[in-house]
């Protein structure tokens, strides 16, 4: 079951990927979707290894239902425990696991740090507005007072799907998020505070 469940976990990751790059105008097309997901975190899967099932377009954004087949190799660690280690490619190259997810990983992390930066920068304007940041603990209240007026779409959760995190006095604040691991103040932290 958790081999299964971390299986689910990658081609969830490598889909979510694929779907993010797919910026044309119009709705994505189920041939637009399958390139984007044989192509995904930098690994190339021959385009017969995925099959479309749905594509719902919402907006700007699409969801993909799709199958993907591949091979995967495990290795038996020092604890007896299975784990995939690599995954096998388009071309036959096995891949490292690891290596993609670290790839994914970083790139969530300048996803949450661009977000950070454009919560920050409402933050300037409503303190050159007003004379003080957004006091609060709470992200839900900064929302309330940051949106639409300084932020123009709501911004709430992080690429990692946690809360990101407000402190804020008059004179100071820290925007958080708590990286990969979900846990506060730990080295993983994405984390943009006011220059005063």
């Given amino acids: 079951m958790k081999r299964f469940i971390l299986l689910s976990m990658l081609l969830i990751l490598l889909v979510a990927g694929a779907i993010s790059g797919a ?3 119009g709705d994505l097309s189920a041939k637009e979707a399958r390139r984007l997901i044989a192509r995904v975190a930098g690994i190339e899967l021959p385009s ?3 099959r479309v099932k749905e594509v ?8 993909v239902v799709a199958q993907v087949e591949t091979a ?9 425990k299975w784990r995939v280690a690599e ?12 290596m993609i997810a ?3 990983n970083a790139e969530k992390a300048e996803r949450a740090r661009a977000e950070l930066e454009t919560m ?4 300037e304007s409503f303190r050159r507005e007003r004379g003080f940041y957004v006091v609060t603990d709470k992200q839900a209240a900064l929302v309330d007072q940051l949106n639409p007026r300084y932020l123009s779409r709501v911004i709430r959760v992080d690429p990692w799907h946690k809360p990101y995190l407000y402190e804020g006095t008059r004179d100071h604040f820290t925007l958080r998020s708590s990286g990969m691991d979900g846990k506060e103040k730990t080295p993983d932290d994405v984390v943009i505070s ?3």
């Fill in 56 to 63: 719902s377009s919402l907006g700007s954004s699409a969801v």
């Fill in 23 to 25: 910026g044309a105008a």
């Fill in 72 to 80: 995967f190799r495990f290795v038996r660690g020092d604890d007896d």
């Fill in 102 to 104: 670290r790839a994914v």
């Fill in 48 to 50: 017969d290894a995925v």
């Fill in 194 to 196: 006011s220059r005063n």
């Fill in 87 to 98: 995954v096998r490619t388009g071309d036959n190259k096995w891949e490292d696991i690891e």
């Fill in 120 to 123: 920050a920068t409402a933050l």
